[in-house]
């Protein structure tokens, strides 16, 4: 069974430019997150979608942040214009059950490593 | 405030010796616990979850974590340590702030196998 893809793996742009990242989830999973992790800390929650709705957008900076999953299936995140305190990994993850209770695993792709010049 | 504490940046262990990566957490009601394991240039690998019953969780690549109530603790432990558990290990809780739930993750211990 495939895991999480996510593209691109790799991504060097100049300050207020735009980027967008794109998360195919597990297939048959309801559940869809964005993730930051910046460099030495754990992943922090951008976003939580349920289907095609996003259920947890709060961390979100929406000044120059937003996210779609239109279908219900893929995502996409981007960044309009990007900051140099944009550079990290953008991690992507889904679980199989929206009203899990928060129980079930989530299973993270490889993530997209941004660096703003 | 609900998190999680890995109070320990880096550990050491030989291989071939048991080893232990510690988490505390800190949250309301009954803990939903879980560790991840992340290899350079990856993204988070799941290794096991405490949701309820046996204190003692097994999970993946021979880990597994103890639930210690009294003391907030969820430990990761494997009696045998192999050069290639050298990673970064992440130990997460589910919280819940104004209705919505999420993972929340510690800092991350670097685990380094000694050959």
């Known amino acids: 069974e495939a895991g999480v893809v996510q593209s691109p793996r790799y991504k060097i742009i100049e300050k207020k430019q735009p980027v967008a990242f794109w998360c195919n989830p597990i297939s048959g999973h309801n559940t869809l997150y964005w993730y930051l992790q910046n460099l030495g800390q754990g992943p922090e929650l951008l976003i939580r979608y349920e289907n095609e709705e996003a259920v947890d957008d709060s961390q979100l900076p929406k000044d120059r942040f937003s996210a779609e999953r239109l279908k219900g299936v893929d995502s996409t995140l981007k960044i309009q214009p990007a900051e140099l305190g944009d550079s990290a990994v953008y991690l992507c993850?889904?679980?199989?059950?929206?009203?899990?209770?928060?129980?079930?695993?989530?299973?993270f792709g490889p993530g997209t490593r941004l660096t703003v010049l | 405030a609900q998190s999680v504490a890995q109070p320990e940046d880096q550990v050491n262990v030989a291989e071939g010796n048991p080893l232990t990566v510690k988490c505390t957490y800190s949250?309301?009601?009954?803990?939903?616990l879980f560790w991840y394991v992340q290899y350079p240039n990856r993204g988070l690998q799941f290794l096991l979850k405490?949701?309820?019953?046996?204190?003692l969780v097994k999970g993946s690549y021979g880990f597994e974590a103890e639930f210690n109530k009294s003391q907030t603790s969820f430990h990761l432990k494997k009696p045998s340590a192999l050069v290639s558990d050298s990673a970064l290990y992440f130990c997460?809780?589910?919280?819940?702030?104004?209705?919505?739930?999420?993972?929340?993750f510690g800092t991350g211990t670097r685990l380094t196998i000694i050959p």
């Open positions: 405490y949701i309820t019953g046996d204190n």
């Open positions: 949250v309301s009601g009954n803990p939903y």
């Open positions: 993850a889904s679980s199989l059950e929206v009203a899990s209770g928060g129980s079930d695993t989530q299973y």
């Open positions: 997460a809780v589910r919280t819940v702030n104004f209705g919505n739930e999420k993972l929340t």
